[in-house]
């Protein structure tokens, strides 16, 4: 008999190990680690904004699709980070998974306004977000538990990130007439 894990926003056919979570004013802060798993099959449907990153190990085969329209499939590997915004449902399925991962929950109503506008995306590395989560994750394992001013600070740094890193990539590139000469390029030697 498959076992089910039920959260308010996961719905997993088989629970990972040591999930632990930590919650504040605005947000949350979630990991566990999973053992050899032959296949997990599942929804998430967060009421905040999702951000998840694979911390260690991976799995051989992830498909997932979102209702915002975005789609993934292929290997899933430490380093991974996705996005899922408030109220959008991710289906997925895990096929010969073992890993660590991280998620950072944060609240629509303090984030920064132009997270709401964001779709969801997958990148395979982002240094910046996958060493807020780790850092967490650590200090989640060594204390036993996130100070809610600590939790507060990360997110709300993580979604000021966030929205720059999107709001950067759509931004038109610097026309030629505002950049710098030559030999004020040279002055600055």
């Known amino acids: 008999m498959q076992q089910t894990m039920k959260t308010e926003d996961w719905q997993l056919t088989q629970p990972p ?9 605005g947000g949350r802060f979630e990991t566990a680690r999973r053992g ?7 929804k998430i449907e967060p009421h905040f904004h999702l951000i998840m990153v ?3 190990g991976g799995a051989a ?5 979102t209702d915002d329209g975005y789609r993934y499939e292929g290997r899933d590997a430490k380093g991974m980070v996705s996005f899922l915004p408030a109220g959008c449902r991710r ?11 991280g998620a950072i929950a944060i609240d629509p109503a303090i984030s920064s306004p132009r997270l709401a506008n964001i779709k969801s995306f997958l990148v395979c590395r ?9 850092q967490m994750g650590g200090v989640f394992h060594r204390d036993g538990s996130l100070d809610a001013t600590y939790g507060s600070t990360m997110a709300l740094a993580l979604s000021e990130y966030l929205s720059n890193r999107i709001a950067g990539q759509r931004q038109p590139d610097a026309s030629a007439r ?12």
């Not at 190990?17 to 004013?25: F, G, I, T, V």
């Not at 050899?36 to 599942?42: A, H, L, P």
């Not at 289906?91 to 073992?98: N, S, W």
């Open 17 to 25: 190990q040591d999930h632990l979570k930590a919650e504040w004013s």
């Open 36 to 42: 050899r798993t032959g296949e997990v099959e599942g």
């Open 54 to 56: 694979t911390l260690n």
């Open 126 to 134: 982002d240094d910046f977000i996958y060493g807020m989560t780790a």
């Open 91 to 101: 289906e997925l399925i895990l096929r010969d998974v073992a890993w660590e991962w």
């Open 178 to 189: 505002y950049t710098l000469t030559r030999r004020q390029l040279n002055d600055t030697y």
């Open 61 to 65: 085969y992830h498909a997932f699709r």
